[in-house]
């Protein structure tokens, strides 16, 4: 993943604000995209810098500035037009925070993973997005660690004025992000659900020597998100608990059922796991069972040519005086021994069901 360009480090003698750079900074090509409506109208476009989004915030409606793209110099000037608390503006720019809400009477900050597949879809990534929304407006951070998002539900559900979105708050538009956040968790649990029943029922049928490495890298992508997921569910929670200024009631209700579905997607996630854990189980299991197979052909192989060693052992022995050295048929005798022992042996075997 991309590396942090910023680290924390907190000196005496220094504010906690200070950012040290733990890489040369580079700097960002930042995209801002503004959408401004009202019950009756509707504005979309590109902002070429943030200053053009700010004579929006006194108008009446809604605002939503979504800026990809972390950048400092312009979460500076957003500090300076609404006047943000510091450690708030110090979450946004590192980016490696653990999702929380916080309440700061004016504004609400909200700090939530977004997740996606990489390039060959085998792992899962995420990055983070920072919400702030206040009475009339809300503001989305986005890392910009890969083109495009999982909100295009909720921009054109904007754009053609479908369901309640254009005839609610900022809160509303709020609970929108944050349940498409937790929506694509769904649609990501089913992809990785359907590579486990597919790597279930090949167990089945065989097995193959790259499973165990199948098995760990779905693990790891349970263990990953249900470390993204988890937080997520304590952010609902205190928004629902502390029941903020900023929230009405009737955006609640809706809250309420994606804090449902964060149940639901953690309980799904808990079911893989042990899912996995079994086909680990299986596979081991398998692999014991065939490792057995084998040694009890080898076993039966030995148990065949220990007595019919023994016999030429004692024969080949080269002692002058020895009983049936000097009788004619003494050669064909012992072969005819050793041919009836063995049908013997393997008449018992049998009967024993060792094979």
């Given at each position: 993943m991309t590396p942090?360009?910023?680290?924390?480090?907190?000196?005496?003698?220094?504010?906690?604000?200070?950012?040290?750079?733990?890489?040369e900074r580079k700097s960002k090509v930042v995209k801002i995209s503004v959408m401004d409506w009202t019950a009756d109208s509707f504005q979309e476009k590109e902002a070429q810098t943030i200053e053009e989004c700010f004579p929006l915030r006194g108008k009446?409606?809604?605002?939503?500035?979504?800026?990809?793209?972390?950048?400092?110099?312009?979460?500076?000037k957003i500090d300076t037009h609404l006047g943000i608390h510091p450690l708030v503006l110090e979450d946004i720019i590192d980016t490696h925070q653990r999702p929380k809400a916080e309440d700061h009477?004016?504004?609400?900050?909200?700090?939530?993973?977004?997740?996606?597949?990489?390039?060959?879809?085998?792992?899962?990534?995420s990055e983070q997005v920072s919400l702030l929304w206040g009475e009339n407006f809300v503001i989305?951070?986005?890392?910009?660690?890969?083109?495009?998002?999982?909100?295009?539900?909720?921009?054109?559900?904007?754009?053609?004025?479908?369901?309640?979105?254009?005839?609610?708050?900022?809160?509303?538009?709020?609970?929108?992000?944050i349940d498409e956040i937790?929506?694509?968790?769904?649609?990501?649990?089913?992809?990785?659900?359907?590579?486990?029943?597919?790597?279930?029922?090949?167990?089945?049928?065989?097995?193959r020597r790259e499973m165990p490495v199948e098995i760990h890298r779905l693990k790891k992508n349970m263990i990953f998100l249900h470390r993204q997921m988890w937080p997520l569910r304590d952010v609902i929670n205190s928004l629902l608990?502390?029941?903020p200024r900023l929230v009405t009631k009737t955006t609640q209700i809706y809250l309420r059922d994606v804090y449902g579905h964060t149940i639901q997607i953690?309980?799904?996630?808990?079911?893989?796991?042990?899912?996995?854990?079994?086909?680990?189980?299986?596979y081991l299991s398998s692999v014991s069972n065939r490792m057995n197979e084998v040694m009890k052909v080898l076993t039966m192989f030995s148990a065949f040519f220990i007595p019919l060693t023994f016999l030429a052992g004692i024969y080949g022995m080269n002692f002058e005086y020895m009983p049936e050295l000097k009788w004619r048929y003494g050669y064909f005798?012992?072969?005819?021994?050793?041919?009836?022992?063995?049908?013997f042996m393997l008449i018992y075997f049998k009967r024993k069901k060792w094979f």
């Open positions: 942090k360009l910023y680290r924390q480090i907190k000196k005496a003698g220094f504010p906690r604000k200070v950012l040290t750079p733990t890489l009446e409606g809604v605002t939503w500035i979504n800026i990809d793209g972390c950048d400092e110099d312009v979460i500076q009477g004016d504004h609400v900050f909200l700090v939530l993973r977004m997740i996606y597949f990489n390039g060959d879809g085998s792992d899962i990534f989305s951070f986005q890392e910009q660690e890969r083109p495009g998002d999982v909100f295009d539900g909720v921009r054109e559900r904007l754009r053609s004025a479908k369901g309640r979105i254009r005839k609610e708050g900022a809160d509303y538009l709020a609970y929108s992000l937790a929506d694509y968790y769904f649609v990501i649990l089913e992809r990785l659900g359907d590579r486990i029943d597919s790597l279930e029922a090949e167990l089945m049928s065989g097995i608990r502390d029941e953690n309980d799904t996630i808990d079911a893989f796991r042990e899912s996995l854990s079994a086909m680990h189980d299986v005798a012992l072969l005819s021994f050793m041919a009836a022992l063995s049908v």
